[in-house]
């Protein structure tokens, strides 16, 4: 068992990685505070999971009062779907003193999480992600959220959690499309910030690919070392929290392009960052070697090197979220080496043009139709 | 005019006091980041003030962009009033950088404030609030929420606005019932942490019910600082804040049990703080005079001294929140003095029951019904 630290003052708390972790009392006895505990996961996870993280709760000393459980997949963060959880809370008499305990993916995490942020002004939630997405990202930071019908994210809260519980034996488990969007985070941590973690990939990618403990260990600890260093420095994302940015301007636009649901975050993303480094290229600030390192990777995890065929106009329009959108408003994360990311406002917009025609499919023309 | 700070570190903020305020453009241009501004008011208030608070606004050089209209009264602090306001803000694209503009009372307040505090994770707010209630009170300490069939404010969040610009000539179009209700806020702060206070009222107590506009902005300034203090020094409610609630133990179980609506908080906060200064009496720390000097004011303000008429295992019940409630387990915020009130959690129930039933309306048997 390793444990990472978030240091964020007053909300600072540990992230505890490794294989049966979900099992382990310890891990979550300390967070306990005497009051009732609500497990939120999905109908997915539940069946898998939930009796043993309960069991462990129990060892812990914990009461747990109620499992609420939501549909599997975005759907799932929504304003009715958070309706139904606090009517979980207040039917099981959650008190302020009580805790929310999300099983699941980065959806239960941002779900639960929102519903911890703001149920009786805010309670204590933990976190226990059971994909690679969630493990490596989307648990750490203290981020959450619902979706609204006019776009992602739209009604939230910064709530961290008091603990995280990452259980990588819980991956064993996880659809094959899914780890590789999960293993698209880990790249992007690489690329933005740590040249050896993209040394790394490369020579033991396969060993990630067949879900051995030890690698995904060492990627989810890694990744939240990364993550959690850049999460210190910058909690409401003024500044440097961006970076973590890196293929996700581009990747929005490719998940909101090709219609919500049809890609998955992390496949979008990895387009995403390949786009990004051909802009980087384009702009001269990346040498074109270390821009193929990065599309020859994604291409091994089996993940889309090219976005969906969209006119360039329309992926500005959905980068901007804004019709009369126009690339020089638009904010880039681009390399300036590989681990290096920085954020331009100034870049051309011939370059970005040229960037997406790069890296996605070719547009039908009228004509062609 | 004047000005109260409230100090809470990065999230200091001015409140400024007096007649005329809300046409104060300078009050306004230092807290606008340069995005746009929703003002979300309701359909009594709006029409009185709306158009001088957007006009001020504009000569500031805001940009109002939206003006989301909710319906008057209690009912608004509900989860579908909420997401109408959402889908106002992102109708008319409000950012990250916007601002929202709370006009009205607690309510508007409340509301506004919870959008405010989640709308893209958290986007400013500034109050102009336009009950006496909620400038000496609701519009002071960031709490903010909306309510739930199973208790009031469920759903909310600690959110400090920009500033508050509480013009107290717009007290003038008051109804008779609110002025007084706010006043016993003003007695709360006065009876719980002010002597001078509690003095000054029992001798300007006539110039306040004429609305006199220099006593108006004594109440507010002074209620402000008080209520300041204690929230710099307990932002998040772990201690002193609580003494805030003198009366409002007592004061919730009216409310509920009279039918959310009947009374008006600030009523059921007057009854309250009669029967809180009665178990003061009887648990040995409060001088019967004092108690009476309490309960006279209460009455010259046109305030009830007495709850409805409910067993005394009802207001136990509703106080705790809690069918198997019992005395010993409810915390009170008790007078040892005028001005000096205390938490306690070891009170007989012999004592709360002969309090309650000093000041509440007989209840009728089952035989006289």
Redesign the interface.
């Given at each position: 068992m390793e444990t990472v630290r978030v240091e964020l003052g007053r909300r600072a708390y540990p992230i505890h990685i490794g294989a049966g972790a979900l099992d382990a009392e310890p891990l979550y006895r300390s967070h306990l505070r005497g009051g009732r505990v609500a497990v939120v996961s999905n109908t997915v996870v539940a069946p898998i999971y939930s009796a043993r993280v309960k069991a462990a709760l129990g060892r812990a000393g914990a009461q747990v009062a109620t499992e609420v459980l939501v549909e599997d997949g975005e759907s799932a963060k929504s304003?009715a779907t958070l309706?139904r959880v606090?009517d979980g809370l207040?039917?099981a008499?959650i008190g302020r003193d009580g805790l929310i305990v999300a099983l699941g993916g980065g959806v239960v995490g941002d779900l639960a999480g929102?519903a911890a942020?703001?149920?009786?002004?805010?309670i204590d939630f933990l976190q226990v992600p059971t994909t690679l997405l969630a493990q490596v990202d989307s648990s750490v930071g203290g981020?959450t959220?619902v979706n609204?019908a006019?776009?992602k994210?739209?009604?939230?809260?910064?709530h961290q959690p008091v603990a995280v519980v990452a259980d990588v034996g819980t991956l064993a488990t996880l659809p094959d499309r899914e780890l590789r969007a999960g293993i698209a985070e880990v790249i992007k941590h690489g690329f933005a910030l740590d040249a050896e973690l993209v040394s790394w990939l490369e020579s033991h990618l396969e060993r990630l690919l067949a879900r051995d403990t030890e690698a995904l260990s060492h990627v989810v600890r890694r990744s939240c070392e990364l993550k959690a260093q850049v999460v210190a420095a910058d909690e409401r994302e003024s500044g440097p929290r961006a970076l973590l940015n890196f293929g996700h301007t581009f990747g929005h636009a490719i998940e909101a392009g090709a219609g919500y649901g049809a890609w998955l975050h992390g496949e979008a993303v990895a387009a995403g960052m390949v786009m990004a480094a051909e802009l980087s290229v384009r702009a001269g600030m990346l040498a074109a070697d270390d821009a193929a390192r990065l599309k020859r990777l994604v291409q091994r995890a089996g993940l889309p090197v090219q976005g969906p065929p969209l006119a360039w106009e329309r992926y500005l329009e959905l980068m901007a979220g804004?019709k009369k959108a126009s690339a020089g408003r638009i904010r880039y994360v681009v390399l300036q080496g590989i681990g290096q990311a920085i954020l331009r406002h100034d870049l051309e917009e011939r370059d970005v043009r040229a960037a997406i025609a790069a890296a996605s499919a070719k547009p039908q023309t009228a004509a062609s139709r």
């Open positions: 304003w309706e606090f207040l039917a008499r929102f942020a703001v149920y009786q002004r805010g981020k959220a609204h006019r776009g994210n739209m009604i939230g809260a910064f804004d």
